[in-house]
């Protein structure tokens, strides 16, 4: 019984690496969403894609962010020269239609950037 | 699992007791709210939506109130659980059928044996 799942569950990186995070959505959802997370804050928008196509990458913090789903199933959320202000964890959200109710969660990925 | 919200405003009921989480959303053209619940080392998960031409709806234990008036959004959880200990989000959709939503910082709920 498929939830959303996400890749690592936790990752180190030194300040300067590239990190890439992974989500598996639920199968057939069209949406997918990334939000990131600091600690004592709610989910934060970082971008959405509608089957292959990134329709808003508004809420990426900077252009080392970038974020792809090919195929239109698994997602890729990518950050390079991670810096300290990275830290939190990355959530992937999906959903059957294209307005986003009802979004089910994966567990996160907890970036931790020393 | 890592911690959600260490420093989040945490309400303390005993078990048993009924529990009120509010929350204050800031756009009055929001017209979509989800409450949220989130445990320690897990995503968000659906607890209940409401639409903005409602007051109220009820699920199992669970009931949502929209105040449009004063832009005011509550939780109310009927005898309280262990299992109800978490961090509650609610959220808001800011624009009528689009994706976006924006999540409010949080409550931490502890329910006290």
């Known amino acids: 019984g498929a939830g959303v799942s996400q890749s690592p569950r936790y990752k180190v990186a030194k300040r300067g690496q590239d990190v890439a995070l992974r989500c598996d959505p639920i199968s057939g959802h069209v949406s997918l969403f990334w939000y990131q997370q600091a600690l004592g804050q709610g989910p934060e928008f970082l971008t959405y894609f509608q089957n292959e196509a990134q329709l808003d990458k508004s809420g990426l913090p900077s252009d080392r962010f970038f974020a792809e789903r090919p195929e239109g199933s698994v997602s890729t959320l990518k950050i390079q020269r991670t810096q300290q202000e990275d830290s939190a964890v990355y959530l992937c959200?999906?959903?059957?239609?294209?307005?986003?109710?009802?979004?089910?969660f994966g567990p996160g990925t907890r970036l931790t950037v020393t | 699992g890592e911690s959600v919200g260490l420093h989040l405003p945490t309400l303390s009921v005993q078990e048993g007791d009924n529990s009120i989480i509010n929350c204050a959303y800031s756009?009055?053209?929001?017209?979509?709210f989800i409450w949220y619940k989130q445990e320690s080392g897990k995503g968000p998960q659906f607890i209940i939506d409401?639409?903005?031409?409602?007051d109220k709806r009820q699920g199992q234990r669970v009931t949502v109130l929209l105040n449009k008036t004063v832009k005011h959004l509550s939780l109310q959880i009927a005898a309280t659980q262990p299992g109800d200990s978490a961090v509650y989000f609610c959220?808001?959709?800011?624009?009528?059928?689009?994706?976006?939503?924006?999540f409010g910082t949080g409550t931490r709920l502890k329910v006290l044996a």
């Open positions: 959220a808001e959709n800011r624009a009528s059928g689009t994706y976006k939503y924006i």
């Open positions: 756009n009055s053209a929001s017209d979509y």
């Open positions: 409401i639409r903005s031409n409602m």
């Open positions: 959200a999906s959903s059957t239609g294209t307005s986003g109710y009802e979004q089910y």
